[in-house]
């Protein structure tokens, strides 16, 4: 069997059902070092992923990731700050692809999917955790991995590395622990 | 009645907490509580030049250090495109080493497991077993358990005098031990009866929860990164994936079983046909010269230098790259500005997301059975907060 024809041919028969049923809402395609993953807009990704599970020939059963890249500072910043890139595997056919999206602002996220996928409840948690981007009309948004007194999003690119000076008796006047010291 | 499991328990495997909602003993909900080890690894590798990060990865689940070495490395390679330089010989030790990683990793879960559920010298035999394991991490690298053996482009060094005859002395004895632990669970009556028919999962349901490595292939899935997606030469080897039948706790406590014979096997070919050559790829620039060409030669002292110094800068883009870890499937998303540090080094945590689905297996059980569902998904919290 060639793999690489299979794959192309994979290719070709997600972008036609997706622009068939959804005209409008792939924005383009992107393949790099052999991996292809598709643009969608925000609002029609849940339909787009229920549609891609749901449709025979292409069974994509398998959630198998959800991430977010925040691209704050860089030249293509335009495009979007954020981008959160779905892996979605389907086992029938052994073929992985990315859906990605990308937003301007965390509060235009696409919509949960929660009801799809069990798995997308953890993984989307983690991902407003991180970086703080609100899906939709998901079930329970709240923290999951960081701590319950922190505030912001740690993997923003706003958010720094914040360096605590020890406290010793040597320097225990200027390492104050005060509420006007940012550092504690 | 609401009870608190954890997060100092010694079943949860870890710093995981459990809030119980219990009727009788039965359970009615199970909330876990997580990020008691939450590291900011992935934050943390944002700002660390790509080799730096290595290190970080076998921390994460401590149990596969070398499993999290080959994601990373494969990720990075495969972002700046030079897998194909890869020699043999490196990406056959790299093979060899991830199975042993695994069998490393089921032996350490099957020690714990099986002291949960009452089977306490199972834990002194497979911790016996697992020194010959770290005792070849030592001869690699020097260190017993974060080896970081694997490099950007290859291996640290070759392999040393003596490792083979280490290796086919493991592959010898290991068959043996193994029978020898089937002979005390298999049919014994306290395991079975705590493992059969708890915490059951459909096929469906694993996959609608996202399941991955023994845990999905007890209900009877057959996906495995090795054999789905070949790395590092996979394809070259001759092995099984086993699947279970009835996704209980006894179907998979038998495919990880199965699964430590046939990474032996894989070991055994692996070590028959090592390559000959070089163990680590000659990309200029992005791997360090050799240790004499840095006497003699200007350039190879140059590369060292801003190797060492600014790392090497990685086109833009981003990958994503799996690995097939002993807790399913561990993968590397990276995103590249094109600078020398990563724009964005995503996890993809096997036991995160397995984890997510023991809600649902432990639903309506009994209490005691919850600490049977815990050790069947295997999870290390190491991994799940990183």
Known sequence: MNLSIDASFMEQSITDFLNNKFPGKVLGDYTYRGQFSLYVTADALYEIALALKEEAALSFDFLVDICSVDHLGKAWESEGRYEIVYTLLSLEHTYRFMLRVKIADHTVAPQSLCDIWHSANWLEREVWDMMGIEFKKHPNLTKIVTDDDLEGHPLRKDFGLVYEEPQFSHNHDEVLITPDNPNH | ?386
């Not at chain 2, 909900?29 to 997580?34: A, E, G, H, M, T």
């Not at chain 2, 290991?174 to 632990?181: H, L, V």
Request: contains cysteine; neutral net charge.
């Open chain 2, 1 to 386: 009645m609401t009870l608190n499991m954890g997060p100092q328990h010694p079943s949860t495997h870890g710093v995981l907490r459990l809030v119980l909602e219990l009727d009788g003993e039965t359970v009615v909900s199970c909330k876990p509580i997580l990020g008691y080890l939450h590291t900011g690894i992935e934050k943390e590798m944002e700002t660390k030049l790509y080799y730096k990060s290595l290190p970080m990865t076998d921390r994460m689940d401590y149990m596969s250090p070398m499993s999290n070495n080959l994601g990373f490395c494969l990720a990075v390679e495969k972002l700046l495109g030079i897998e194909e330089e890869i020699p043999a010989r490196a990406k056959w030790v790299r093979v060899l080493m991830a199975e042993m990683t695994r069998i490393n990793s089921h032996l350490v879960w099957l020690g714990t497991h099986a002291l949960d559920l009452g089977a306490m010298s199972m834990f002194f035999y497979t911790f016996r077993d697992r020194e010959l394991i770290l005792d070849m991490y030592e001869m690699l690298s020097g260190q017993r358990m974060m080896a970081t053996y694997f490099r950007i482009g290859g291996l640290m060094l070759d392999v040393p005098k003596g490792f083979d005859k280490a290796v086919r002395k493991f592959i010898k004895y290991q068959p043996g031990r193994i029978d020898e632990f089937e002979d005390l669970l298999n049919n014994n009556r306290i395991w079975q009866m705590r493992t059969m028919g708890v915490a059951k999962i459909s096929a469906e349901d694993a996959i609608n929860c996202g399941l991955t490595g023994p845990s999905l292939r007890g209900s009877g899935v057959k996906y495995d990164v090795r054999k789905a997606f070949p790395y590092s030469d996979y394809d070259k080897f001759d092995f099984q994936v086993p699947i279970g039948k009835s996704g209980d706790v006894y179907s998979r406590y038998l495919v990880r079983m199965f699964e430590m014979r046939e990474s032996l096997k894989i070991a055994e070919q692996a070590i028959d046909g090592l390559p000959e050559g070089s163990h680590i790829a000659h990309v200029p620039g992005v791997v360090l010269p050799p240790r004499e060409d840095m006497l003699g030669k200007m350039e190879s002292l140059i590369y060292h230098f801003k190797i060492i110094t600014d790392g090497f800068k990685v086109p833009r883009g981003s990958v994503y790259v799996p690995v097939e870890s002993g807790k399913g499937e561990m993968g590397f998303f990276i995103d590249s500005d094109g600078t020398n540090i990563p724009n964005r080094v995503r996890v993809r945590p096997p036991s995160f997301v397995n984890l997510s689905a023991l809600a649902k297996l432990v639903k309506g059980r009994l209490l005691a059975d919850v600490v049977a569902a815990i050790g069947s998904i295997d999870i290390v919290l190491g991994e799940v907060d990183r």
